[in-house]
């Protein structure tokens, strides 16, 4: 399995290359799974007053809802001590590329996970050039010249591909390495 993070501030266009990373991948023949870490303490998937609410509130650790196209597992956990480990053994077990959005604190320093960092001012590229290892590429609303000349900058918008190529590249590298080559 192969685990790429994209990571950055608000609004800075983590998410577009998300998108466009699983768009690509997919189409590529990858099973992609993604993680979005949602740092809102209170947040819940679960809607106040419905079943699966009241289900959890009831007492319920695991509720699993099942509607005839989807399958929704929510659990009632403390995941602020999570390791990559744990939260990988969630996914299921025939996905090959998993895109994590966020989760700073969990992958910031971790070799093993390469970071596109989405970035809008010169500062923020600085900033993640000293917190983040390895960073694959830039991306986001960056002035040009905050490109560092040995990390590649993409323009999303512009060309998407460039970036599913990036990732395609040592995704692939890494599948065959550990002998699971992509199924196309």
Known sequence: MFIVAVV???????????????????RRGYKVATFKHIPEARFTM????KDTWRHAKAGARTVIS????ELTVIRKVDTTKYSLEQLVAECEE???I????????LIGQNLAVPKIVAAKTT?????ASGYYRPILALVGSIPTEAAKPKIPYVDVLKEPEKLVDLVDQKA??????NGNAKKD
């Open 66 to 69: 099942v509607a005839p196209n």
């Open 8 to 26: 950055g501030s608000k609004k800075s266009g983590k998410t577009t290359a998300v998108e466009t990373l699983v768009r690509g991948l997919t």
């Open 46 to 49: 679960d809607t106040k007053g």
């Open 94 to 96: 025939d996905v090959e």
């Open 172 to 177: 692939s590298f890494l599948l065959k390495e």
């Open 123 to 127: 500062d923020e590229v600085l900033e």
């Open 98 to 105: 998993i895109i994590l959005e966020g989760f700073k604190k």
